[in-house]
């Protein structure tokens, strides 16, 4: 089962809805007013990370505001100083970072298949 674990955690924004559905670990953007939704295109900016996975239409708890975490939700090869990006799935994601597209995290360390990283959003 996926995981979130605030090591130092920053602000937990909790107001507003999802629109479709979120998976713990994914990254939101701003769809509408108070609206957020699932984010898979790194050039388009973040808003924050969701704390655990929401239907549509439910108020969604969302780390932003920096802090670090840990987490068994990111994709390909990660190593410590690694900027993160969302990826095509809504997830962490190493490699190229484009000029046209946002960090939103950097790696800290990667044991075990557990990724700890500084929230940048």
């Known amino acids: ?11 937990a924004y909790g107001d ?3 629109q479709g559905s979120g ?14 939704a699932v984010n898979t295109d790194p050039e388009v900016r973040s808003f924050g990370m969701l704390i655990k996975s929401y239907a549509d239409g439910e ?3 969302i780390h932003c505001k920096g802090g670090t975490y840990e987490t068994d939700v990111f994709e390909g ?3 410590p100083g690694d900027d993160l990006k969302v990826s ?7 490699g190229n970072i484009a000029d046209d597209e946002h960090v939103i995290a950097q ?3 990667v044991q075990s298949g557990v990724l700890k990283f500084k929230l940048l959003i």
Request: no cysteine; charged share 10%; net charge negative.
């Open 88 to 94: 095509d799935t809504g997830t962490l994601e190493g």
């Open 1 to 11: 089962m996926p995981f979130i674990n605030p090591t130092h955690p920053g602000l």
């Open 107 to 109: 790696a800290i360390s």
């Open 59 to 61: 108020m969604p708890g």
């Open 23 to 36: 998976e713990i670990g994914q990254f939101v953007a701003v769809a509408g007013n108070d609206q957020f």
């Open 77 to 79: 090869t990660i190593n």
């Open 16 to 18: 507003g809805y999802m």
